[in-house]
C-alpha cells in the first residue's frame, strides 16, 4: 500500500527546510498554530510530523510497504496517543476513543493514504500550507549526481552555476 514516509531526498531546495524524521518513517499532520504562514518561523504550515518521533519534516515520499489500511490506522491511532504523552492515561484512552468515535482518525488515514496514491513510488513531496503537491527535486540536488563525470579541471568554477540548494547541500 502506498504511504507517505520521511525523506532527506529534496532537503535544502528550499532555504527553510528542516528534517528531524528519519528517513523512512511514516508521516502525518502535526497542530498547525494559529495565523502561523506557510514559511512561518515555526514551520508547521509547511511539514509533516513523523508518527513516531513526532518531529517535523518539510520533505516526504511515496513509498510502497506491507501494510494494510487497518494496521496504518493502529499506527495512526498509537501517533496519536503519543502526541498526549503527559497527560493521565484515562484522558487519553478517552481521547482516542473520541477521535476512533466520531471518525477523525478514519478522516485523517484516508487523506493521508490518498494523497499517497496519487503519486508514484519514490515521489517526493513537499506541504505548502493545505496543499501537497510533488517537490521540483532538480538533477542537480541528487546525491547521487554530486560526483562530477566529466574530469575536474575548472570545476570549482563551472559548478558555480549550481542552484543554491545544490551548493547548500554540497557544504554539508
Ligand atoms: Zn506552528
Same mark, same amino acid.
Do not use: P, W
Given at each position: 500500500m =502506498?504511504? !507517505?514516509?520521511? /525523506? =532527506?531526498k529534496g532537503q535544502g531546495i @528550499? #532555504?527553510? #527546510?528542516? +528534517?528531524?524524521v528519519p528517513e523512512g518513517d511514516l508521516v502525518r499532520h502535526g497542530f498547525d498554530c494559529d495565523g502561523e504562514e506557510v514559511d512561518g518561523s515555526c514551520g508547521c &504550515? @509547511? +511539514? !509533516?510530523s513523523g508518527m513516531r518521533n513526532l518531529k517535523g519534516t518539510t520533505t516526504f515520499k511515496?513509498? #510502497?510497504l506491507p501494510l494494510t489500511v487497518e494496521a496504518y490506522q493502529k499506527e495512526l491511532l498509537a501517533s496519536f496517543r503519543r502526541g498526549l504523552q503527559g497527560l493521565p492515561k484515562k484522558e487519553i484512552d478517552k481521547a482516542a476513543k473520541e477521535v476512533l468515535d466520531?471518525? /477523525?482518525l478514519q478522516h485523517e488515514s484516508e487523506r493521508l493514504l490518498k494523497i499517497a496514491a496519487r503519486f508514484p513510488v519514490g515521489t517526493v513531496l513537499? &506541504? &505548502?500550507?493545505n496543499f501537497i503537491q510533488p517537490r521540483a527535486v532538480s538533477r542537480s540536488a541528487q546525491p547521487k549526481r554530486l560526483a562530477p563525470k566529466a574530469p575536474r579541471a575548472k570545476a570549482t568554477r563551472s559548478t558555480k552555476r549550481r542552484s543554491p540548494a545544490s551548493q547548500l547541500r554540497s557544504l554539508r
Open positions: =502506498k504511504v !507517505l514516509v520521511a /525523506t =532527506k @528550499r #532555504d527553510n #527546510d528542516f +528534517s528531524f &504550515r @509547511r +511539514s !509533516l511515496v513509498a #510502497d466520531d471518525g /477523525t513537499e &506541504r &505548502r500550507g
